[in-house]
Each structure stands twice: as structure tokens, then as C-alpha cells.
């Protein structure tokens, strides 16, 4: 990634690694001290299996840090408490952090790899879908306030990535779906190919098949990767990937959060390819196959009846005026390909809100 320093990240991706992760490593401590810093119920769910793989109690070793992972506690509060627990167990100007856990997990241990002691290097180890194909990879990390989601934060590159299958097995089904969302929206914005694996691969993908989910969590993260090289800090082309997000969003915050990111995210990007149908945009059959790909995933595709469309209207007007004054959305054009579009009205916005409102 293209910077001051210049920085990159190794990102290893397989099945079956995680029995020599900690001699997988060793290479990228350059004799720095690692400390973990683990979600909890990842630890305690997978602690049997260390064990019976060699590696030593975590829960006896004072450079194992269990973190309780939610979003709630992705917070400064969070922060200030890990960084003092690293402090008592001696972590110094020559520690590494290494994450391993979801998205909170891997924002809120990025976030103080990058001000502990004014900056240490880390390392991701992401254990949900999300956070494999899509926060592992990037460098963004940062935390919540009050008045809204990650309004703190850096950009601070993980020297490494390593992303390996086998976590996804105990993945709760509720959180694969949401990471689908995300997936699906990778494949929109540029892999026509993965789209086609997704269609094509349903019962496989569902059933964990480590063949299956190493075909599709690599292309996301190619196609992630890639994006962010180009575009460390999101000044332009990073933008693609808030496909469905400006609507994902806004509609998120309406319904103080119980929508879910990945189902808010699905809502998005039907009302993005309706967008682009409505501006003469779109290619034939592109917003069915949407739907039917989020349908397989039982991930939502219109707006609860419940949630106002005027309320999810002015929370996007909001956004804007914090956020720079332009509504920038991004919309499919076809299978893998996008468009970026400033100039929408809210008069077209409001159209197809409405046409997706339940009964
Ligand atoms: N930095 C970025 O670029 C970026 C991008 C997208 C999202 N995010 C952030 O990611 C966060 C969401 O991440 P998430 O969805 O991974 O949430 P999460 O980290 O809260 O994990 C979801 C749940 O799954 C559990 N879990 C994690 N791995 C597991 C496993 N292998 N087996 C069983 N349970 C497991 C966790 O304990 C948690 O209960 C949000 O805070 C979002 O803002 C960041
Ligand atoms: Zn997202």
C-alpha cells in the first residue's frame, strides 16, 4: 500500500493452518514480543482443540489476552482497558498485537496496535466471514461513539493477514449470513466469476465445504486487496465497496441498529440496482438475479413496514451534511460491474424507497 511509510500486507489464505499458526508466525516478529488478544468465545470454543494441537493453555499464558467481542464494547472505554492490561503484562515499544476474533475484535486491537505507545505493528487473524473477506483487509480500524459507528479511528496496515477456513465451521449460521451480504456485493462490484460460484455452489457454500467457502473468501479478498492498494485511503475508487451502504446505512440507524449490517446491506444494493433501473442503467435480468442470490441467503430485499421511508430519507440527508455535502452512490450497471453516480435526486431516492416498502 502506496503511503508514508510505504506498507504492505501478507494475507495468507487456506484450510487446516491454524495448528502451526504460532510457527507460522515466527517470521513476522522480527524478535518482537507477541501478545494475543482473542475473542473470548472464539478462545473458549476452540481452546480444546489448541490444546490437543500442542499449542500451550491460553488461558494460563499472560500474553493472551481473552477480549469479550459485541459491538457495544467497541468502545475508547475498551481500549483504555486492554492497553492498561498490556502495560501490567509487560508490553512494550517491542510488542506485537495479534487479533483473532470477528471484525469488533480486529478493529478494536488494530485501532491500539496503532496508538499503543505511539504505533506497534499487528496482525489479523479474522474468524467470521465479515471479517475474512471483508475488515481483516485494509488496514481501517477504529471504534464507536455515542453519536454514531466508527467515528474513531486509523488507517494502520496489518503486517499480515492469515485467514483460515476452519474457523468458519463454527460460525454461527445467523453470522454467515450476514458476511454473505458482503460477499454478494464483492461479486457485484467486480467478479462476475465469483457470482456465478455463489449461483452455482449454494448447498456447499451452506454446508462449510472448505473447498468452497477457500474459492469464494479468496476472490473477495483479491478483489478487496486490490482495491485498497490503489486506494489506501479512500479518496476514490475504495468508494465501490460501499455498495449498498448509503441506504445500508441510513436504514441501520433508523432502526437504531436491530437491522443488521449484512441485512441492511442487501436492502442497499436492491435499491442501488433500482436506482440504476430507473436511469436506464441496468442490464436485463441483473436485479432478479439480486434477489434471488440474497433469497438464498434469507437476506431481506425490501424495506420493513415498520421503518418510515421520509425518517430513512432525512437520516441520509443527515449523513450528508456530516459527511461532505455529496451523496455518492455507487450503482450496478451489470454482474461485477458499477457505476458511480453523485447527482441523484431525492425525488428519485424517495421513488424507490417506496416501491420497496413491505406491505
Ligand atoms: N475495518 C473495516 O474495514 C471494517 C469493515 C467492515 C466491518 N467492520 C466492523 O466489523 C464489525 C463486525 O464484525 P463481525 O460481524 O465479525 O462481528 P463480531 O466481531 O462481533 O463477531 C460476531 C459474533 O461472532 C462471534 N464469533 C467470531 N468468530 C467466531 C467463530 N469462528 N465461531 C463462533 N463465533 C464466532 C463473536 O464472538 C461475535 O459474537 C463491526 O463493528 C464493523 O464496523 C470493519
Ligand atoms: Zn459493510
Known sequence: VPGEPASHSRITIGKGFLAELPALIEPYLNGRSPFWIWDQKVLLGWRQQLLDWGWPDPLQDAKVIPFVASEAEKRLAAIEQLASTLILRGADRGAMLIAVG???????????????????????????????????????????????????????????????????????????????????????????????????????????????????????????????????????????????????????????????????VAIGMVAAAKLSLLRGKLQEGVLERLRALCGDWELPVGIPAEFRIEDILSSLQADKKIFGGILHFILPVSIGRVDEEDDLSMVELAEVLASMQCK
Not at 214 to 223: I, Y
Open 102 to 264: 470477528g471484525g469488533v475484535t480486529g478493529d478494536v486491537a488494530g485501532f491500539l496496535s496503532s496508538i499503543y505507545m505511539r504505533g506497534i505493528p499487528c496482525l489479523q487473524v479474522p474468524t467470521t466471514l465479515l471479517a475474512q473477506v471483508d475488515s481483516s483487509v485494509g488496514g481501517k480500524t477504529g471504534v464507536d461513539l455515542e453519536l454514531g459507528k466508527n467515528l474513531l479511528g486509523t488507517f494502520h496496515q496489518p503486517r499480515a493477514v492469515w485467514i483460515d477456513m476452519q474457523f468458519l465451521e463454527s460460525l454461527p449460521v445467523e453470522e454467515f449470513r450476514q458476511g454473505m451480504a458482503e460477499v454478494i456485493k464483492t461479486a457485484m462490484i467486480g467478479d462476475a466469476r465469483l457470482w456465478e460460484h455463489l449461483e452455482l455452489n449454494r448447498e456447499a457454500i451452506g454446508g462449510r465445504d472448505p473447498e468452497a467457502l477457500l474459492q469464494m473468501v479468496s476472490a473477495c479478498v483479491r478483489l478487496k486487496a486490490e482495491v485498497v492498494r490503489q486506494d489506501a485511503r479512500e479518496s476514490g475508487l475504495r468508494r465501490v465497496l460501499n455498495l449498498g451502504h448509503t441506504v445500508g446505512h441510513a436504514l441501520e440507524k433508523v432502526s437504531a441498529y436491530t437491522v443488521r449490517h449484512g441485512d441492511a
